[in-house]
């Protein structure tokens, strides 16, 4: 499975932003989709995951009320819906898909999922 994300950039505090990440190479409604950050300097962390149906959501207490994912699995795409957006907010985010995760396992085992794509830059402006 190939993830590419994109939608990233440079925003004000309180803007909004939504990323895209397109999958292909395999069905994509298998898998449990997450999306991930990593400040400079810091590791990486789990910030928002989808279940194979899109019926269970879980995300980080740092962006919950602020953050949507959501996917479209006719267009092979999830998203992610920054509302609200912060500095601290600042990171390269990632998308990643695993085949047999719940998203409560994507919270858990990040390292466990099974592709990756590569990161798209949001820096939000004080």
């Known amino acids: 499975v190939q993830l590419q994300a994109s939608g990233g950039g440079l925003v004000q505090a309180g803007g909004s932003l939504r990323l895209s990440c397109v999958a292909s190479g395999d069905t994509f409604s298998d898998y449990a989709l997450g999306w991930f950050r990593q400040a400079s300097g810091k590791e990486r962390e789990f910030v928002a995951a989808i279940s194979r149906a899109g019926g269970s959501t879980k995300y980080a207490d740092s962006v919950k009320g602020r953050f949507t994912i959501s996917r479209d699995d006719a267009r092979n795409t999830v998203y992610l819906q920054m509302n609200s957006l912060k500095p601290e907010d600042t990171a390269e985010y990632y998308c990643?898909?695993?085949?047999?995760?719940?998203?409560?396992?994507?919270?858990?085992?990040?390292?466990?999922?099974?592709?990756w794509g590569k990161g798209t830059l949001v820096t939000v402006s004080s």
């Open positions: 990643a898909a695993a085949k047999t995760y719940t998203a409560t396992m994507c919270v858990r085992h990040a390292g466990g999922m099974n592709y």
